[in-house]
């Protein structure tokens, strides 16, 4: 499966931003969709995840109330909805999938099999 993630950017603080993972082979709908975000010289950590079924979400505490994951099956597109953007948001961001991860792992890169490229999101006045 190839992810490719898109929609990154240059927003201002309190700006909206949406970035979306599109997979070639395989539909994401079977399959749990994670955003991970990596910031310059750390490792990459959990944004949010879709499982498969049910589509349930699950956030990091740090964008909780403002970060919405979703999917478009007709698109096979999964898409991160960022909501008041803060300079402390600026990373890299990933897509991932994986199938069979269970609850406790959902925010571990390891549970990860596919990896998309990143997309550059910064947050900037």
């Known amino acids: 499966v190839q992810l490719q993630a898109s929609g990154g950017g240059l927003v201002q603080p309190g700006d909206s931003l949406r970035v979306s993972c599109v997979a070639s082979e395989r539909t994401l709908s079977s399959l749990t969709v994670g955003w991970f975000r990596q910031f310059p010289g750390k490792e990459r950590e959990f944004v949010a995840a879709?499982?498969?079924?049910?589509?349930?979400?699950h956030y990091a505490d740090s964008v909780k109330g403002r970060f919405t994951v979703s999917r478009d099956n007709g698109k096979n597109t999964v898409y991160l909805q960022m909501n008041n953007l803060a300079p402390e948001d600026t990373a890299i961001y990933y897509c991932?999938?994986?199938?069979?991860?269970?609850?406790?792992?959902?925010?571990?890169?390891?549970?990860?099999?596919?990896w998309g490229q990143g997309t550059l999101v910064t947050v900037s006045s």
């Open positions: 879709i499982r498969r079924t049910p589509s349930t979400t």
């Open positions: 991932a999938a994986g199938a069979g991860i269970i609850l406790s792992s959902i925010p571990a890169t390891s549970a990860y099999h596919y």
